[in-house]
C-alpha cells in the first residue's frame, strides 16, 4: 500500500524544519515537497543541518507546489489566512501550525490579534488541533489547527481540574510561562542577539499574551461553557535560558464545596454513597488527574517525593513529544499550582501536528514520535 504524500509550506523555519524531520522517519507518510520562498533550489539541509544525508530533497518555492494528501502549513502570523483557498485546493486535508486559525470566534480573534480575521467563516471549520481534547472530531476533519506552545502546556496542565469543576471561576486564574528562544521563531532580531539574549531571564509580555485566548476558548469548552470561560485570567511570559522548553506554573483557586468523585458518584451502592463527597486533597488531585490521563501516550505524571526531577522540567523534554504534568496542593490557600512542560517546537508545533496528522488517518498516535528525549544534555 503506498504511503501518504504529505507537503510542507514554510519549510526554512524551526517548526517546519522540526516536521520535515519528524515526516521523514514516519512510517506511513512520504515527504514529497518542502516549500520556502527565500530557500528555493537549495538542499533541505542548507537551513536544517541536521539533515545532512538523510533527504535528496530542495526546496522548491510556493508557487511550485502540487497536489498532495496533507498539506502542512508552517508559515508566519497572517499568511495562512491569506492565502487558504489556494493551499486548500492543493490538498483535501490541510493542517495549519500558525495562529490563523486557532480560535473559533472571529470577535475572540479579533480582541487578542487587534484586527479583524480575513476568512472568518472558516473559524468554525478548522478543528483545533490538540488530540487529547479533539480526538473524535479529527478523523472527519479535513482542516486542522495547530496549538500555541505555551497554551498546549497550560490547557494541558489545567484542563484535569476544569473537567471535575473544582476551581473557583470568581478567583482569577494565575499563569506564568517560561519558555526558550527558539519560541521567537528562526528569523534573528535585537532580543536574539547573543550578548542580550545569553543568560537573559526577561519578561517579554507580562500581560496581554495571545496565547490567553486559547486557554479561555479550550478551558471554556471542558467547563461547559458555551463559548470563552468566564473567568478572570493573568497570563505572564517570560525569556529564560533554553533553545527549546516551555515550564508552565499555574495557580488554580478551588471551590470550598466537596469535591465530589465523578467515578464514585457513578456507583449506585450505599456502602459508596458516603465516599462520594470528600473534601479536595492529594489523593482527589490524583484521581483527578490519572482519571483524565491514564490512558493518553504523550502525558506524565511527574510527581515525586525527592529527586532533581521530582517536578516537571522542559530540559529532558528536548525533541520529544511529552508534555509532563506535575502539581501541589496548597490547602491553606485552597490553591492547586499546576507545572507543565513541553518541548515548544514539538508537542507545542510540529510534534503535536504529526499527532493530529496520525489521529486524523486512524494510526497509531505514537508513529514517528516515539524518541524519549535525551538525559543528561
Given amino acids: 500500500m503506498s504511503r501518504l504524500r504529505v507537503a510542507i509550506v514554510g519549510g526554512s523555519g524551526y517548526a517546519g524544519g522540526e516536521l520535515a524531520r519528524l515526516l521523514l522517519f514516519h512510517p506511513e507518510v512520504e515527504l514529497t515537497q518542502v516549500a520556502s520562498g527565500s530557500q528555493a533550489g537549495h538542499y533541505l539541509h542548507s537551513a536544517h543541518p541536521n539533515l545532512r544525508?538523510?533527504?535528496?530533497?530542495?526546496?522548491?518555492?510556493?508557487?511550485?507546489?502540487?497536489?498532495?494528501?496533507i498539506l502542512c502549513l508552517c508559515l508566519p502570523h497572517g499568511a495562512s489566512a491569506k492565502a487558504i483557498?489556494?493551499?486548500?485546493?492543493?490538498a483535501p486535508r490541510v493542517i495549519d501550525l500558525s495562529a490563523d486559525f486557532r480560535l473559533r470566534s472571529a470577535e475572540l480573534y479579533e480582541h487578542w490579534y487587534g484586527e479583524a480575521h480575513s476568512e472568518p467563516g472558516l473559524l468554525r471549520e478548522a478543528v483545533?488541533?490538540?488530540?487529547?481534547?479533539?480526538?473524535?472530531?479529527?478523523?472527519?476533519?479535513?482542516?486542522?489547527?495547530?496549538?500555541?506552545?505555551?497554551?498546549t502546556a497550560a490547557i494541558l496542565g489545567l484542563v484535569p481540574l476544569y473537567r471535575a469543576g473544582v476551581v473557583n471561576r470568581n478567583i482569577p486564574l494565575v499563569v506564568d510561562a517560561k519558555v526558550g528562544s527558539s519560541a521567537a521563531g528562526a528569523m534573528p532580531g535585537a532580543s536574539s542577539h547573543h550578548p542580550d539574549r545569553s543568560g537573559a531571564v526577561r519578561s517579554f509580555q507580562?500581560?496581554?499574551?495571545?496565547?490567553?485566548?486559547?486557554l479561555l476558548q479550550e478551558l471554556g469548552?471542558?467547563?461547559?461553557?458555551d463559548g470563552e470561560l468566564e473567568q478572570s485570567m493573568a497570563f505572564s511570559a517570560t525569556s529564560v535560558e533554553l533553545v527549546r522548553g516551555v515550564l508552565v506554573t499555574a495557580h488554580a483557586f478551588v471551590n470550598e464545596a466537596p469535591y465530589s468523585d465523578a467515578?464514585?458518584?457513578?456507583?449506585?451502592?450505599?456502602a459508596h454513597a458516603s465516599e462520594r463527597?470528600?473534601?479536595?486533597?492529594?489523593?482527589?488531585?490524583?484521581?483527578?488527574?490519572?482519571?483524565?490521563?491514564?490512558?493518553?501516550?504523550f502525558i506524565r505524571l511527574v510527581k515525586e517525593r525527592s529527586g532533581v526531577y521530582r517536578y516537571p522540567e522542559p530540559k529532558i523534554l528536548a525533541g520529544s513529544n511529552y508534555c509532563d504534568i506535575g502539581f501541589e496542593y496548597d490547602p491553606e490557600q485552597r490553591r492547586v499550582v499546576v507545572m507543565a512542560a513541553l518541548d515548544n517546537l514539538m508537542k507545542g508545533a510540529a510534534g503535536n501536528a504529526v499527532q493530529a496528522l496520525n489521529s486524523m488517518c486512524g494510526w497509531d498516535e505514537t508513529l514517528g514520535l516515539t524518541f524519549p528525549g535525551l538525559h543528561p544534555v
Fill in 53 to 69: 544525508k538523510l533527504t535528496t530533497i530542495r526546496f522548491c518555492h510556493p508557487d511550485d507546489l502540487t497536489s498532495c494528501d
Fill in 85 to 90: 483557498e489556494r493551499y486548500r485546493g492543493l
Fill in 128 to 151: 483545533y488541533g490538540l488530540p487529547e481534547l479533539h480526538r473524535a472530531e479529527l478523523p472527519e476533519a479535513s482542516f486542522v489547527s495547530g496549538t500555541g506552545c505555551m497554551a
Fill in 206 to 214: 507580562p500581560t496581554g499574551h495571545r496565547h490567553t485566548a486559547e
Fill in 221 to 225: 469548552r471542558v467547563s461547559g461553557v
Fill in 263 to 270: 467515578n464514585e458518584a457513578a456507583a449506585s451502592s450505599s
Fill in 277 to 297: 463527597n470528600k473534601p479536595l486533597d492529594e489523593r482527589a488531585l490524583w484521581r483527578i488527574y490519572r482519571a483524565a490521563y491514564q490512558h493518553e501516550p
